[in-house]
């Protein structure tokens, strides 16, 4: 059966540099839908200029958009094994529409839900540090402020529904990133064994 992990963290918990990772040692491929919409916005698409104009607010892109976006992306033969979630879903409604796609499409379910804890402040410090360093459009003050009020109202409600489901794992995400790698790997093994 395919192997479908969520990774759940806050903007700046690492989601992405842990996803990266895995992806080489799990052998599936990182799916990140925040990657996807800049790789649409560089291409200059409708959906790129469209998912732009949330982006840049630290909005969530309409869900009818990032849905179908997710089901083409997870359609490419790459994802028939399965794959890491980075940043989908993001709220309640895009959670019901992957579990019927799984089970629809790929006669699967999710396979673990870790979610990368990292206390608020440290967030927003890193978030600080990473938008010196990349110069990533979204990482200016106002707009990770708005990000994180947007994970706090829409997307942490997700860390209970998965919960219910027996499905969440916690990783302290304040610590080295091997660290992180190491305990991730782990607690993956022992959910998909
Ligand atoms: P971070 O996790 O650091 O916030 P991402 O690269 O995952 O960064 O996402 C950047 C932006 O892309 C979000 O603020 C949002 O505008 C958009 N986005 C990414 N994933 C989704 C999603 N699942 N639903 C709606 N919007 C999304």
Same mark, same amino acid.
């Given at each position: 059966?395919a192997?479908?992990?969520?990774?759940?963290?806050?903007?700046?918990?690492?989601?992405?540099?842990?996803?990266k990772l895995l992806?080489?040692?799990?052998d599936l491929?990182?799916?990140?839908?925040?990657?996807l919409? $800049?790789?649409?916005?560089?291409?200059?698409?409708?959906?790129?200029?469209?998912?732009?104009?949330?982006?840049?607010?630290?909005?969530?892109?309409?869900?009818?958009?990032?849905?179908?976006?997710?089901?083409? $992306?997870l359609?490419?033969?790459?994802c028939?094994?399965?794959?890491?979630?980075?940043g989908?879903?993001?709220?309640?409604?895009?959670?019901?529409?992957l579990?019927?796609l799984?089970?629809?499409?790929?006669?699967?379910?999710?396979?673990?839900?870790?979610?990368?804890h990292?206390?608020?402040e440290?967030?927003?410090?890193?978030?600080q540090? $990473?938008?010196?360093?990349?110069g $990533?459009?979204?990482?200016?003050e106002?707009?990770i402020?708005?990000r994180?009020q947007?994970?706090?109202?829409?997307?942490?409600?997700?860390?209970?529904?998965y919960?219910?489901r027996?499905?969440?794992?916690?990783?302290?995400?304040?610590?080295p990133i091997?660290e992180?790698?190491?305990?991730?790997?782990?607690?993956i093994?022992?959910?998909?064994?």
């Amino acid at each position: 059966m395919a192997t479908f992990i969520v990774l759940m963290g806050a903007p700046g918990a690492g989601k992405g540099t842990q996803a990266k990772l895995l992806q080489e040692k799990l052998d599936l491929p990182q799916v990140a839908t925040g990657d996807l919409f $800049r790789a649409n916005l560089k291409n200059q698409t409708e959906l790129g200029k469209l998912a732009n104009s949330y982006m840049e607010k630290g909005a969530l892109v309409p869900d009818e958009v990032t849905v179908a976006m997710l089901k083409d $992306r997870l359609a490419q033969p790459d994802c028939a094994k399965g794959a890491i979630l980075d940043g989908f879903p993001r709220n309640i409604v895009q959670a019901d529409a992957l579990d019927h796609l799984l089970t629809e499409t790929f006669n699967s379910t999710i396979a673990i839900v870790p979610h990368i804890h990292v206390d608020v402040e440290v967030l927003v410090d890193r978030l600080q540090k $990473r938008a010196e360093i990349e110069g $990533r459009a979204d990482d200016n003050e106002a707009t990770i402020r708005h990000r994180m009020q947007v994970y706090e109202e829409a997307t942490a409600p997700l860390l209970a529904y998965y919960a219910a489901r027996g499905l969440l794992v916690e990783i302290d995400g304040d610590r080295p990133i091997e660290e992180v790698q190491a305990d991730l790997l782990q607690r993956i093994a022992q959910a998909t064994s």
